[in-house]
């Protein structure tokens, strides 16, 4: 008589290598939670308050320091002593990360909330033209922030690049030097100065108190040459010196090598090189009052009359609130919002040059 033995049974080896370990979703509910928890307590103490007043960023500290405690006592339970500390060492990485974004975040809430109210279909097809209280746009300050700004990069972005292009492919010795250190002190130059150089040369060699938008792209291009140098030079220099000798051992001239090689190898880096510039002096405030004026109507000629830009536009409803302080101090937040959307709208469009500009490889 055959006796039949069953054989043993084992558990299979993802049960085994799983076992005594948190689920990957743990984590992130723990966080969630914490973070739920941490709203809830900071919006029942801030109840019937203006959702401006909110405290966000003390809410997510006070989530992120609950989810640490959380995290490691389940870990500690559920898993091992030294995998707890992994954790909690994982979360204060990740602490570190949430705290410098914290101004940022609390930045863009501020911003939000208090600039929604005006965003409205006046609010983008109005100037301020006749206006006193209620009411009025930034149409005027819209176009003269572009106009202005496309202008000063029209003027920098190709000084600066080809200034670069000499610093890393042509430039040795003293002069290479020179240009590095002027480029250096470039950078460092506080906005008001630009703006007041520019003002000094016009006043000189056409007249006295004059302003326009031209004047303004100017004082923002001086500003905008050592970000694009500095910038490229970087990345041109990290285009490898293969690719160079490639082309010039099949006879390619050095103008048309840095031309088809080594831009195209780098132009996505010049790309966002450039947007950080323009991101740079966007929000420049003290040289475009000196330089392009204030008006309260809308003008698209650079070369003739005073020209509104979004943060003078800002600035100006913040310090003169005439008859309606609220109003006006509600343009100036909606004039802040506009410009961050404006700067994040240049970065994805920046991004999506990028993305088709750069080189394509064999696995795209």
């Known amino acids: 008589m055959t006796t039949l033995t069953e054989a043993p049974t084992t558990a299979p080896a993802s049960t085994a290598l799983t076992a005594g370990r948190l689920a990957r979703w743990a984590p992130w509910a723990l966080l969630g939670a914490s973070l739920a928890v941490s709203f809830a307590v900071f919006g029942v103490a801030s109840f019937g308050e203006d959702l401006a007043d909110f405290n966000v ?22 898993e091992s002593r030294r995998k707890a500390v992994d954790r909690l060492m994982t979360a204060l990485v990740a602490t570190a990360f949430t705290i ?12 939000i909330v208090n600039g929604i109210a005006r965003f409205d279909a006046e609010f983008f097809t109005f100037s301020m033209r006749n206006v006193v209280g209620d009411g009025g746009g930034i149409v005027h300050a819209i176009w003269g922030t ?20 000499y610093l890393v492919e042509y430039g040795r010795g003293r002069i290479a030097k020179g240009i590095t250190f002027f480029v250096d002190v470039m950078t460092g130059i506080p906005s008001i100065v630009a703006g007041l150089f520019i003002y000094s040369v016009f006043a000189m060699f056409v ?12 004082a923002l291009a001086v500003l905008m040459v050592p970000v694009v140098v500095r910038g490229s030079e970087e990345l041109l220099r990290i285009v490898p010196n293969e690719l160079r000798e490639a082309a010039y051992a099949l006879g390619v001239p050095k103008w048309l090598t840095i031309l088809k090689v080594v831009l195209p190898t780098s132009i996505a880096g010049i ?13 420049e405030t003290a040289p475009l009052l000196l330089t392009a004026g204030f008006t309260a109507s809308l003008n698209t000629n650079l070369f003739s009359g005073q020209m509104m830009t979004l943060p003078v536009f800002a600035y100006n409803s913040y310090m003169n609130q005439g008859t309606n302080a609220d109003a006006s101090i509600a343009r100036a937040w909606a004039a802040a919002l506009t410009l961050i959307l404006i700067v994040m709208l240049l970065n994805l469009l920046a991004r999506l040059i990028a993305k088709w500009f750069a080189p394509k490889t064999a696995g795209r």
């Open 57 to 78: 960023a003390g809410a997510v500290i006070i989530g992120v320091l609950l989810y640490m405690v959380l995290i490691t006592v389940v870990s500690s339970i559920a």
């Open 100 to 111: 410098a974004l914290l101004p940022l975040i609390s930045l863009l809430w501020t911003v």
């Open 271 to 283: 790309t966002t090189s450039v947007m950080l510039a323009i991101a740079r002096v966007i929000g």
């Open 146 to 165: 572009v106009l202005i700004t496309m202008m000063a990069a029209l003027i920098a972005v190709p000084v600066g690049l080809m200034t670069s292009i």
């Open 207 to 218: 007249r006295p108190g004059i302003s326009m938008g031209f004047m303004g792209s100017l």
